[in-house]
């Protein structure tokens, strides 16, 4: 009677959701008015989420159609704020990275007055303490429904991560079960993860305890645009099994994944007062950065980024996983067969999502020797990826570079010039591509390889429309740019890790010899790979950086570290009277 009851509710919520327009026109939203008595009828015997009530969730979480053709209705993206769908003064509209006549959605454009509102309602909920008297065991609940809303409705995910943000499919199944893994890791593991230190009895009559997870109070969680599912998923979960009230911001490219993955939070039970969202630009959006009662603020982005969030913000803390210039160091005497693997790998490693990767490689270090034997398997490999929209791809296409979409395919043609212009050896020559339906309506970017880059040289280029000096070795590239630099021995490449590259978020290391791995596994930080790409992750890995340098102070994915980034530190002690 119970189950008949909830299914009955959900689904004439979700129809009316649909019907009334609510998510377009805003208004209070009827599943997170469902909270109250879905939360008094929670008990440790209450099921998941069937089949069936996931379906019949379907009109308030993909009710709306994708355009997929000129002219089509664009989807509209709303701010959701305590339960209620928020329209702004202005909407701004995105169109599809690959093909640029298509608008794919319009989201609010906050704005200051947007912002406080969020925050004080937030806060109004934190300064109720109504959050104390909730426990693990009701949000562990609710991640396991948004996990089965995840696996329930995969398809519709797929689909809607790759129009937003061009993929093949395997690459959006990587962004896609980054999330779902994330969801089940973090909250499989929570109580473990959270476990309080009882301490010793060090003197009679008195007990010591430390408790690493006490809620840290209204946190901001700003997501970017390359893993619209798995980096707003692992952030958003983490947050809410912490118990602290979120306020996420997800990329502007990425409107529609942030609508989805916070409607599926309410759909699974999450008390609406917890789960706030504001759409729009970084500029725009400041307070919910630098207001006093924002407790932490976690940011997945650019260093740029970071450094103007942590100056809004003072001393206060802010969480940041960053990008990386991440190089691979191939040791001599590999075999050809070998040698062609490596090649192959590390060609995806490049080249995957179209470079749009923190973890995307940039470099690849050797010998002269050993660079004169990989460097054109290289080439040949990155000569059989196709530039073709990897939205229609068949699903086992995997090498196909993806739109350019942070950066002008001009920037590539100019990063390319300016390095033959400075005496660097144009290995593979590419750039802007023009003259197809595709690439008119696209920014289409074929790969360049530079050759023995050295460290320090810097070149002038057009970045982006702007002039702008650039050190070829060590600056970042979201585009589908590959260099080399000849290191003499193990020992060089070590010390340019150490002293010339300020980012550390992903290492890779081909040898065979024990005492170089054991030599790098004490002197490097970050995601060490040996015998891999560094694009590869896993969410018990920890994504992130040595935790010092420019690509980053956090890591995500382990679960203690993970929740805790969105909780205080209590140390406490007992006096028997």
């Known amino acids: 009677m119970v189950a008949n009851l909830l299914l009955g509710r959900l689904a004439e919520a979700a129809e009316r959701f649909l019907a009334h327009s609510i998510g377009e026109l805003g208004g209070p939203d009827p599943v997170a008015a469902l909270y109250p008595d879905r939360r008094a009828s929670y008990s440790l015997f209450s099921r998941q989420l069937t089949d069936t009530e996931c379906e019949a969730l379907r009109p308030y979480l993909f009710g709306r159609p994708i355009p997929r053709r000129p002219g089509e209705a664009a989807i509209i993206c709303l701010n959701v704020v305590d339960g209620e769908w928020r329209r702004t003064r202005e909407l701004s509209e995105r169109t599809s990275p690959a093909d640029r006549r298509i608008t794919l959605f319009q989201f609010a454009r906050s704005r200051e007055d947007d912002c406080r509102f969020a925050i004080e309602r937030a806060h109004a909920f934190w300064r109720s303490l109504d959050w104390a008297n909730e426990g693990l065991a009701y949000r562990k609940h609710v991640v396991k429904n948004f996990s089965r809303l995840l696996h329930y409705f995969y398809e519709d995910c ?27 890791h973090l909250e499989g593991s929570a109580e473990k993860a959270m476990l309080g230190e009882l301490v010793p009895v060090m003197l009679s009559g008195q007990a010591y305890w430390k408790d690493a997870y006490v809620p840290a109070g209204v946190c901001t969680v700003i997501t970017p645009m390359n893993f619209i599912y798995g980096i707003p998923g692992i952030q958003m979960v983490a947050c809410y099994l912490s118990g602290s009230p979120m306020i996420f911001k997800g990329h502007p ?10 409607k599926m939070l309410i759909a699974a039970g999450a008390d609406p007062r917890v789960v706030h969202k504001i759409e729009g630009y970084g500029g725009d959006v400041e ?102 929209d990897p939205r229609l791809a068949r699903d086992g296409e995997t090498k196909i570079v993806s739109p350019l979409m942070v950066h002008r395919a001009s920037t590539v043609t100019s990063i390319q010039e300016s ?39 810097r070149v002038r280029v057009d970045w982006d429309g702007a002039d702008k000096e650039i050190v070829l070795s060590t600056t970042e590239f979201f585009m589908p740019i590959l260099v080399t630099m000849p290191v003499a021995s193990h020992g060089e490449f070590l010390r340019f890790c150490l002293e010339v590259n300020p980012h550390d978020l992903a290492t890779s290391v081909y040898t065979r010899d024990d005492a170089k791995l054991s030599r790098g596994r004490r002197m490097l930080a970050g995601m060490v790979k040996e015998n891999d790409g560094t694009d590869s992750a896993l969410e018990w890995e920890e994504f992130g950086a040595g935790g010092v340098g420019e690509s980053g102070n956090s890591g995500v994915g382990d679960a203690a570290a993970t929740i805790a980034m969105f909780c205080r530190r209590q140390k406490g002690r007992h006096f028997v009277l």
């Open 158 to 184: 797929l689909d809607e991560l790759r129009q937003q943000i061009p993929k093949t499919r395997l690459e959006a199944e990587k962004d896609f079960w980054e999330a779902k893994r994330a969801a089940d």
């Open 253 to 262: 490219f990425s409107a529609m994944t942030s609508t989805t993955l916070v």
């Open 287 to 388: 307070p919910i950065v630098a207001d006093e009662r924002i407790a932490v603020v976690s940011v997945t982005g650019s260093v740029e980024t970071a450094k103007k969030l942590q100056a809004l913000r003072g001393v206060r803390p802010v969480r940041f996983e960053g990008g990386g210039c991440n190089w691979a160091w191939i040791d001599d005497a590999f075999p050809d067969d070998e040698l062609e693997t490596i090649a192959v790998r590390l060609a995806y490693s490049k080249l995957g999502l179209g470079s749009h990767k923190c973890t995307t490689l940039h470099g690849i270090a050797a010998s002269e020797a050993t660079l004169d034997r990989i460097e054109p398997r290289v080439v040949a490999e990155m000569r059989r990826w196709k530039l073709t």
């Open 419 to 457: 390095a033959r212009a400075a005496g660097v050896k144009v290995l593979l020559e590419g750039g802007r591509v023009t003259g197809n339906e595709y690439a008119d309506h696209a920014e289409i970017a074929a790969p360049v390889i530079l050759g023995r880059v050295p460290p320090a040289l």
